[in-house]
């Protein structure tokens, strides 16, 4: 062995040098900052587009607010921009439609995205379930002109010829079920402290007592319901109820994920402590995943917010506030589909204010959507600085 | 890195060929604009083309406004529309170049439509401007059933708009009741399904609606004619310029003045020039 390392050490060098030489290592340095470099402008590509967009869009939306001010935009509800003598610029009308088809949008989609997302998440089998979410998600990849066709089309002379008993039909598909449940949750709360011998009998009259009133309640509404005309079928409950539908694939995939993530060892933890399913998905799953289905509906509301195929041909474009203001039955006309309708005579030589005005209704879109977005952010992370994460 | 350097090369010259092929291609004629005049320049087109297949002819409609600033932006050949081109509209021509020369293709009634069921048979144009205005809100005011009137009417991009708002509304404001829909296909489509609607569409959209009488006159394409109709107006197709005889530009815009333009234009159901 020494005899080994005495010839080695006579001169040659028997193994290379595992240090690079100084140009070797200039070049390497070189690369490596060129590749980085690429890759951050490839990155920040996307949020320059943004910058972009807001950019241009605010440039032409403030000249508007210098010609006409503020006022008139956002508190009038005449919208009148094409008339030569006095054109008019009030918005309130257009964003209170836009506010309405929004809200009931909302009022579809939620309950019954999320009690898709619990079903997926906690009810079905795995194989089912396998089954039903990719099907949920074929909603989403229908094309919105093939939704606004379908409501402009079908929808609205079936909501004008047979609205009323539409309407009565979902007076009772809602109100059965919530009645039952709530007959249930009833009995058993007011016979709690009964004992035994008395409990049942006590159950059964007051089920039988509440049955009737719910019953009856139900026929009157549903009464009610079918007497009502829809004298115009291109309207704000038209809308919602496609707006909902398309909104429910975002609300059920996010529900879902933040529903799954939860994770199993909370759900085996209130199994394990006597927990029944439903007790376990009401008082801890859903609590755990409060925020998670928070972001997916907000980001429902900005799937409904933002659509304009299905708003400008079945809402029925008419710059007015219902009356009164829940009224779904009522035509009512959207930010977007503004823009889209009058983009074509709004010249940029001809009418000033009136190519003006679409750009600031689309920076009010913008910024609301980007005050969802935020808020979104900031739920998420608050939820997770409480989880401790 | 001269991977990406080579790529990019390719891709712009790959660009560069395909705009140039598109651009000076003489045997392509783009029509756009008004949705009135949308039918006559399809069935001039598909004439036209029957005659010289190797012609590529696309006709689009996105109305008159949409039409007059294609013309100016270069953006077709052809813009039809249903009314004339408005001032302000001539002088942006101008600043851009562009020689609007007008062309009178056909004659066109607004007519006043309304659901076959609606008992209703003839209006004064008081009563439909006050229809229109929101102080006629009822079918019962106008001797009908007890049902809210369901107002349509075409969007502010529409020459048929235009003219209607010249003609019969007086420059007076629509109720902000009315609901805008973007063709005049389209109102026909409301009025034919919703049995309490009123809407206003050409001559050539009668087809399942039932058209009342204006001032007692008909609307048929004698009465627009003679003029006996108070709601008629011509339908135009701008050009830039005025196009070289012999031309399939020239051919294609003077067709309405040939037998068999003119025949075209009665079976589409407007009336043909004199």
Redesign the interface.
Known sequence: MERALTERDAGRPAVPSLLLSHAARRRQRLATA?GQAFLLSVTSLSVFAVLFIFYFIAKDAIPFFQLQGFREFFTS?????????HPEFGAL?IFAGSGLVTLGAIVVAVPLGIAAAICLSDVLPFSTRQIVKPVIEILAAIPSVAYGFFA??VF??LL?ERGGSLLSVAVWIIGAPVAILAILVAGDLATDKLDDRHRTAFRWILSAVLGMAALYGLWAAGNAAGAIRI????NALNVSIILGLMALPTVVSVSEDALQAAGRELREGSYALGATRAETVMLTVLPAASSGILAAVILGVMRAIGETMVV??AS?????LPVPWYNFLE?V?TLTATIA??M??A?H???SARYHVLFAMALSLLVFSFVCNLCSEWIVKRARRKAGR | MKNSKRMIGMVAAIGIAAGVALAGDPNKIVVDGSTTVGPIAKAFAEYYKGKHPDLNITVSESGSGNGAKSLINAACDVATMSRPMKNSEKQAAKDAGVLPIENIVAWDGIALIVHPSNAAGALTIEQIRGIYTGKISNWKELGGPDVPIVVVSRDTNSGTYETFETLVMNKEKMTDKAEYVGSSGAIRQRVMSTPAAVGYVGLAFLEGVKALKVNGIEPTPETVLDKSYPIGRPLFMYTNGRPKEGTHLFNFVNMANTPEGKKIVDATGFVSLK
């Open positions: 060129v509800a005449h919208w009148y921009p094409s008339a030569a003598a009308a402009l089309v609205a002379p004008q004298s115009s079928g291109t400008w041909m029925g474009n008419s710059a007015h035509p006309r309708g009058d074509g005579e010249d030589v001809t009418g």
